[in-house]
Every structure is written in structure tokens, then in C-alpha cells.
């Protein structure tokens, strides 16, 4: 079945760090992928979105490319505030442009960042 | 656009005893899907609506788990019997079908069974 893969956290980094938290992914056909953020005491946000190779997903100041032969959908951003502390999650959804069946996420990134 | 709301949004119940939550989803989203997510987890799907249809439901976790959207508009999920193995937060997703197909959650409904 499909299935996604984070990099484990927490992942502590410094304010005006440069971030990247990496995703993998299994699936069979052409999946629409997703990164989502879930602030402290808050529901989970749409960050940003892809839906074909090639695409590229951006959404105050982070970025991901969907790369089908590395099956990766890596999240970056440049320089990384307080704010930005949370747990990412990445995901998939079978169906590009469907949303026909549930989202598959993976486990989740803890990062902080410190002042 | 007042977003996907939930009911309640804690819930502590006894072992044994069953509960039952509600979704409103964004209005013109036609697709709803319920999620259970765990302590360190990623929300893990449970079931899918388009509609008032329940298109996907093999993998609700037991036969104690049941979801409803009668006229096509809110949903409840519920639980009967419930067990401690059943302490979770619940998430409800709406979703128009159209794009990326990107889900927009509530902010879920945080169950815990003593």
C-alpha cells in the first residue's frame, strides 16, 4: 500500500537557519502530495500542494518540489523564524486531482527553532 | 468560508460506554473524511463520504466504529463500547474534489477513555 516516510525529529535549529525536512514516498500511479503544519494547540494547515512531477508546491517562504524518480517531496525554506516552530506532516493522496480516498501522512517533524 | 468545525472538542467518557462526535464541513465541499490520530502519529484515515454516500469504509478500526452523513451535509462518528485503546483525537477533513484534492481539517475531537 502506499505509504510515506519523514525524517524523525525533534530537529532543533537556530533563527535564519536554513530548513529542510525530507519526505519519501510509495505509491503506485501518479499521487497528488501535500505538506501540512500543525501548530501548537491548533488543527492541521495546508502548507502547500503538488500535483505532478516536476511541480513545485510554495507557501510563506517554504517550497517543495515533487520529484518522481527520487519519489521525494523534500520541504525547504531559507531562513526559518520562531514562528515557524510546529510538526510538519507530509502526505499523499492516490488520485491526482481526485481526492477520491483518504490522505496517507506520515509521522510528523517536530521542529523548533531557537531565538 | 467559517471552515470545518467539530463537537465536542474533548470528550472523556468511561470504558464501555458509547460516544458519538459531529463535523460541520466547509459548506461547498461535497467530500468528508474522518481520521484518528495517536500521540506521535500521523492522522491515520478512517472512512470517506461524498455526499450522504459512504464510499470508503473498510478501514474504520472495528465494527464499533460507525460514521453518518445523512443529508449530505454534517456527520457524527461513533463508538460504541468504548475502550481505552480508543483515547485519540479525531479529525474531520472536507474537501471540494476539485485541484490538488487537498483536505481542509477541523481542529479535532480529543477522546480519552478512563
Known amino acids: 500500500g502506499d505509504s510515506v516516510t519523514q525524517m524523525e525529529g525533534p530537529v532543533t535549529l537556530s533563527e535564519e537557519a536554513f530548513l529542510t525536512i525530507n519526505c519519501t514516498y510509495t505509491a503506485t500511479g501518479y499521487p497528488s502530495l501535500f505538506w501540512y503544519v500543525q501548530y501548537p494547540g491548533e488543527g492541521l494547515q495546508l502548507l502547500l500542494k503538488?500535483?505532478?512531477?516536476?511541480d513545485k508546491g510554495s507557501n510563506k517562504g517554504f517550497e517543495a518540489t515533487y520529484r518522481k524518480e527520487t519519489t521525494s517531496f523534500h520541504l525547504e525554506k531559507g531562513s526559518v523564524q520562531v514562528s515557524d516552530s510546529a510538526v510538519y506532516f507530509c502526505a499523499l493522496s492516490p488520485y491526482s486531482g481526485g481526492g477520491a480516498d483518504g490522505l496517507t501522512f506520515g509521522k510528523g517533524t517536530h521542529l523548533i527553532i531557537q531565538p | 468560508d467559517t471552515g470545518v468545525s467539530q463537537n465536542p472538542r474533548h470528550k472523556i467518557t468511561k470504558r464501555g460506554q458509547n460516544v458519538t462526535f459531529r463535523c460541520d464541513p466547509i459548506s461547498e465541499h461535497n467530500r468528508l473524511y474522518w481520521y484518528r490520530q495517536t500521540l506521535g502519529q500521523g492522522p491515520e484515515f478512517l472512512t470517506y463520504f461524498q455526499n450522504e454516500a459512504q464510499l470508503e469504509k473498510s478501514r474504520l478500526l472495528s465494527d464499533r466504529f460507525s460514521a453518518e452523513r445523512p443529508k449530505g451535509s454534517f456527520s457524527t462518528l461513533e463508538i460504541q463500547r468504548t475502550e481505552q485503546g480508543d483515547s485519540a483525537m479525531y479529525l474531520c477533513?472536507?474537501?471540494?474534489?476539485?485541484?490538488?484534492?487537498?483536505?481542509?481539517f477541523g481542529p479535532g475531537t480529543r477522546l480519552t477513555v478512563t
Open positions: 503538488a500535483t505532478k512531477a516536476d
Open positions: 477533513a472536507s474537501s471540494s474534489g476539485k485541484g490538488a484534492g487537498e483536505q481542509y
